[in-house]
Structure formats: C-alpha cells, structure tokens
T-cell receptor, first 114, second 111 residues
Framework: DGGITQSPKYLFRKEGQNVTLSCEQN?????MYWYRQDPGQGLRLIYY???????QKGDIAEGYSVSREKKESFPLTVTSAQKNPTAFYLC?????????????FGDGTRLSIL | SQQGEEDPQALSIQEGENATMNCSYK?????LQWYRQNSGRGLVHLIL?????REKHSGRLRVTLDTSKKSSSLLITASRAADTASYFC???????????FGTGTKLQVIP
C-alpha cells in the first residue's frame, strides 16, 4: 500500500539535544511538507520541498532544519534552538507542489521535552 | 499569513442529523480544501473546490464556496458516529505554492 510513514510515533527530547523526525513516502510524490500542530490548533507550516535537493522555509522555520536528498525522504531536525518543541508534527506529500493538489498525511510524531 | 477561520469551534449533534461548518478567509483564493482529522491521527483530504466553482459533492459531503463573501461551508448529511473528528479548511491566499490551515471545527456525533 502506498502512503507516508512517520517515525517514531513518540519522541522525547532532553535539554540541548537535537532530534530528527523521519518521514518516508512511497507515493512517488514530488512535494513534501512538515507541519506543527499544537493542542486545539490548526497546522502551521515549518518547511516544504517541491523537488529533490530544494526546500523553502514555511511560517515557523526557526529552530528547525530539513534535507531532501531523496525523493522519498524528508527528515526534520528539531534543534536545541527551538525552545518550545513540544507538539504534534505532521508530514505530508502531494503529487507536485501547489494549492490545487490534495495533501496526503502521515500519522504524526508526538514530541515532548523530558 | 492568511488563514481560514472555521465556525463553530465545536459542534455536537445526534447521529442522523446534518452537520454544517463554515470557513471564512481574508483574501482572494485560487483553491480551498477541506480535511478531516481523527483524534491523534494525520489529516485526510475530503474535497478541493476551485475559485470558479460554487458547489461540489462527494458522497454525504457537500461543499459550497461564496467568493463574494469569502466563505465556504461543509455540510455532512445523515451524520454517523464515525464522522466524529476535527474538520479543517485550507486556503492558498491567492498564491499557488502552499496552503494555510484554519483552527478547525471539532464535531462530535452522538450515537
């Protein structure tokens, strides 16, 4: 079955630590996205990538970094510079980038601070 | 950034009733999408409506778009307990590159 796999499902971060969230898709989609969702809130865009080896900052990129070395993979690193990382992180993909394309989501990673 | 605002924030109905939720936005759009999110899960795409369309249907779902009022509505007919979820609209603010999600309507369907 095609889809998006996020791992791990739960992640804990210590002070001063960087952590990396995995996102893999086998849908052959060009575009991929990372969102952050806080309790009772909508999604806020962190980074997006419309093609391999290219990505753009979203609305809340500070304290985060990404890479897009392979079409299937778009890992997100939450750095120690992100002072409030506790949230639900969602990865999505679409056939190509654009607001006329539906996005397919993974089931998220819940990040908490130890 | 431009954002859709859903209304109401929460809605509780009996199974079999219809549920209507609304999305208002601030600037002209090219496309508007509706998504569903079950608790603790990712979002699922429901319907995309373009700015030159006024209404779209998908099964028990009906979406309308009024660009003059900058608003859209999602109607779920004959609701079921399985429809219990949060529903989000996503707008593009007139651009094409990305969408912005609203804060959602939390729907509870009571069996």
């Amino acid at each position: 079955d095609g889809g998006i796999t996020q791992s791990p499902k739960y992640l804990f971060r210590k002070e001063g630590q960087n952590v990396t969230l995995s996102c893999e898709q086998n849908l052959n989609h060009d575009a991929m996205y990372w969102y952050r969702q806080d309790p009772g809130q909508g999604l806020r865009l962190i980074y997006y990538s419309q093609i391999v080896n290219d990505f753009q900052k979203g609305d809340i990129a500070e304290g985060y970094s990404v890479s897009r070395e392979k079409k299937e993979s778009f890992p997100l690193t939450v750095t120690s510079a992100q002072k409030n990382p506790t949230a639900f992180y969602l990865c999505a993909s679409s056939i190509w980038g654009g607001s006329n394309q539906p996005q397919h989501f993974g089931d998220g990673t819940r990040l908490s601070i130890l | 950034s431009q954002q859709g605002e859903e209304d109401p924030q929460a809605l509780s109905i009996q199974e079999g009733e219809n549920a209507t939720m609304n999305c208002s936005y601030k600037t002209s759009i090219n496309n508007l999408q509706w998504y569903r999110q079950n608790s603790g899960r990712g979002l699922v795409h429901l319907i995309l409506i373009r700015s030159n369309e006024r209404e779209k249907h998908s099964g028990r779902l009906r979406v309308t778009l009024d660009t003059s009022k900058k608003s859209s509505s999602l109607l779920i007919t004959a609701s079921r307990a399985a429809d219990t979820a949060s529903y989000f609209c996503a707008t593009d603010g007139g651009g094409y590159q990305k969408v912005t999600f609203g804060t959602g309507t939390k729907l509870q369907v009571i069996p």
